[in-house]
């Protein structure tokens, strides 16, 4: 077993509600379309608060929780697909917001499964004994990615962000198995934020274009219900354990169809399978620490429980850890 203890969770919501129906008035969709297809009613919707704003929210309630002074910080790790900027790193702005100055900060991008890609990187980190207390993050305005004309995409994501605060120690909580690929030959199945190369030079313009959301929802979705089960398979294998042996399975939150079909092909029951789309639809990055927060509040989340994230996404990436929590 690789050392992990959470020691605090946290989240931050934007405050703006946009309901499906609010959706309706916008766009030629429907609040059945959306809840019958994916399970969303609601999201939160950023007003000019950006990725980097609302991270800085959840380190913040991190460190109160975790009673834990900024300094005390070694690492910060932010997963995201709607930085603020190419550069500085948002994880950069964080540690600078915070005053974390003993750590060093990065960003991971690996879309939907960037929380579980940066759990796996801070697990790594944290066998080296001058790391002691990591932070990670999962943050995405993902609204300013989208084109409101697209109804495909514009009913599907939501912003927040939230995390976990870890450290390596001898409580018997840890990393038991896990399991992490990327099919980078269907990349172009999922895109945003590309910019495109000079055409010419000098150029004619001086401003740079980024795109939209761009997805082929059906080949995800495929993608998802074919690759999490076996993923969780092959992690679990990892960690010596039978699936059944696993407490709760923490999913990305992209479809409420896509966590019934892997629970269905595990033969597990769906209450071992907790969902909150319903309130905050698809926030890439976000969506597993944002359930675990909230199921570690409500007291359904206890020490000792074996825990499996698993996320899939952009990429295409997919990522599982099993978690003795
Ligand atoms: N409202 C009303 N009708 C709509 C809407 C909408 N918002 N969007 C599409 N439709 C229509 C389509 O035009 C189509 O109409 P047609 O049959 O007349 O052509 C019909 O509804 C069916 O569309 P499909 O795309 O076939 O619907 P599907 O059942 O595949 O559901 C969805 C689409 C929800 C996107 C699904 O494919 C899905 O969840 N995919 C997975 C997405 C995912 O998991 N992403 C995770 C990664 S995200 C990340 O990494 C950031």
């Known amino acids: 077993m690789e050392k992990l203890k959470v020691i ?43 990725t980097a704003q609302l991270c800085t929210k959840v380190a913040t309630k991190l460190l109160a929780k975790g009673k834990l002074t900024a300094d005390q910080l070694d690492l910060i790790i932010v997963a995201t697909m709607s930085p603020d900027s190419n550069t500085p790193a948002t994880a950069a702005i964080v540690q600078g917001n915070i005053q974390a ?43 300013k990615l989208i084109d409101w004309n697209d109804r495909t995409t514009a009913v599907l994501f939501g912003d927040g962000a939230a995390g976990v605060l ?38 004619q313009s001086s401003k740079t274009l980024r ?13 998802a219900t074919r690759q999490v ?36 092909k595990m033969d597990l ?12 639809g698809n926030t890439s990055a976000a969506s597993i620490p944002l359930l675990l927060d909230e199921l570690v509040t409500q007291g359904l989340v206890v020490r000792g429980q074996i825990i499996a994230f698993s996320g899939f996404g952009g990429g295409l990436t997919l990522g599982t850890i099993i978690l003795k929590y």
């Not at 790391?131 to 990670?136: A, D, G, S």
């Open 8 to 50: 605090a969770t946290a989240s931050a919501l934007p405050a703006q509600r946009v309901t499906n129906d609010d959706l309706a008035l916008i766009m030629e969709t429907s609040d059945e379309w959306i809840k019958t297809r994916t399970g969303i009613k609601e999201r939160r919707i950023s007003l000019a608060e950006n």
């Open 101 to 143: 100055t003993n750590a060093f900060a990065f960003d991971i991008s690996a879309a939907c499964s960037g929380f579980v890609y940066a759990l796996k990187t801070a697990t790594n980190f944290l066998k080296d004994e001058k790391i002691k207390n990591v932070m990670v993050i999962g943050g995405e305005v993902l609204s």
């Open 166 to 203: 870890l450290t390596a120690n001898d409580s018997g909580s840890g990393v038991l198995g896990s399991d992490i690929k990327t099919f980078g030959e269907s990349c172009e199945k999922l895109t945003a934020g590309t910019d495109q190369a000079l055409a010419e030079f000098p150029p």
């Open 211 to 223: 795109s939209a959301f761009k997805m082929d929802g059906r080949e995800v979705y495929n993608f």
């Open 229 to 264: 089960p076996e993923s969780l398979k092959r992690a679990c294998f990892d960690a010596r354990i039978k699936p059944e042996q696993v407490d709760l399975f923490l999913l990305h939150q992209a479809n409420a169809r896509i966590i019934q079909s892997v629970a269905k």
């Open 269 to 280: 029951p769906l209450a071992k399978f907790p969902t909150n789309i319903e309130r905050y």
